[in-house]
C-alpha cells in the first residue's frame, strides 16, 4: 500500500493514462481528488475508482478555479499529499521552419503555463504535508522527428521548469519528478494505428508490430505500467529523488 492515507490529486484526469493513475493509486490506499474540465467523463472514471474520491471540473486555467479545487479537496480530506499534472494539449505537428508561430505559443501556454498554475495553486497544501509532485512528460523529449518539434519544445519546457521547482520547493519538504512515456496502449492510440492501417490496406496488428519492433521489449506500454511509475515517484520509496525524468517507453529511447 504505497499511498495508505495519501491524498491524491490528479490534474487531467482524463481516460487512458489519468483514468488508470487514479485506479492504480486507489488500489494502493490512496484518496483521490479528480480534476479535468468535463463533469461527465470525470464522473465516469470515478466510478472506477475503489476508494474515497471526489470529482471536481475545473477549468485548470481560470485561478479562480483552481483554488475552488484545492479548497473543495482540503474541506473534503483535510490535506493534499501528492500532486499528479496529467493535462495537456497537443500543440501543432508540423517542421519548425514552416508551423504557424502562435500555435507554438499555445502550445507552450497550455503544456507549461496551465503546469505552473495548478503547481502555485497546490503549493500551499503540498508544503503542510511535505508531500510530492509527479508531472506527466512525454518520450518526445529522447527524439527529433520532423513533426514533432513544436510539441517537443512544450515537454522541454514542461521538463525544465519541474526541475526547477524541485530546486525551488525541495527545501520546502516538496518533491517534484516528471515520467515521460513513451506510446501509451490505450483507445486513443489503438484508433490512430486503426486510421494508419486503413490508409495503407493493412491490419491495425501490423502498425502495432512495426511500432513495437522499435522497442527492447517488442511491445507498448500499457496506462497501469505508466502509472505504476508515477506513484513509484510519488510514494515514499522515491523520497530520495527529486527533479529526476523516468523514461517509460519499453526500451524505444536510452536515457
Not at 495508505?4 to 490534474?11: I, T
Not at 505552473?116 to 503540498?126: F, G, I, K, Y
Not at 515520467?179 to 496488428?205: K, M, N, S, T
Amino acid at each position: 500500500m504505497l499511498l495508505d492515507g495519501r491524498v491524491v490529486l490528479v490534474a487531467g484526469a482524463g481516460p487512458g493514462l489519468g483514468a488508470a493513475v487514479a485506479r492504480r493509486a486507489a488500489a494502493q490506499g490512496a484518496s483521490l481528488v479528480l480534476a479535468a474540465r468535463t463533469a461527465p467523463a470525470l464522473d465516469e472514471i470515478a466510478k472506477t475508482v475503489d476508494g474515497p474520491v471526489r470529482a471536481v471540473p475545473t477549468d485548470l486555467n481560470d485561478d479562480g478555479a483552481l483554488r475552488q479545487l484545492i479548497d473543495a479537496a482540503l474541506a473534503e480530506f483535510g490535506r493534499i499529499d501528492v500532486l499528479i499534472q496529467n493535462a495537456f494539449t497537443m500543440p501543432p505537428m508540423g517542421t519548425l521552419g514552416r508551423v504557424d508561430l502562435d500555435g507554438i505559443g499555445q502550445g507552450l501556454h497550455d503544456n507549461v503555463i496551465t503546469a505552473l498554475r495548478v503547481v502555485r495553486a497546490a503549493t500551499p497544501a503540498l508544503v503542510a504535508s511535505r508531500g510530492s509532485i509527479v508531472v506527466v512528460n512525454s518520450a518526445v523529449l529522447r527524439h527529433s522527428r520532423r513533426p514533432f518539434g513544436p510539441y517537443r519544445l512544450a515537454k522541454a519546457a514542461l521538463l525544465a521548469a519541474a526541475q526547477n521547482l524541485a530546486g525551488e520547493l525541495g527545501p520546502k519538504g516538496v518533491r517534484v519528478n516528471s515520467v515521460a512515456p513513451g506510446w501509451i496502449w490505450a483507445d486513443q492510440l489503438r484508433g490512430w494505428f486503426e486510421f494508419q492501417a486503413a490508409r495503407r490496406g493493412v491490419p491495425a496488428r501490423q502498425i502495432y508490430d512495426e511500432v513495437a519492433a522499435q522497442t527492447d521489449l517488442r511491445r507498448l506500454p500499457e496506462p497501469d505500467e505508466v502509472a505504476d511509475a508515477i506513484l513509484f515517484l510519488a510514494s515514499d520509496l522515491a523520497r530520495g529523488i527529486t527533479g529526476a525524468c523516468l523514461d517509460v517507453n519499453c526500451g524505444e529511447f536510452h536515457h
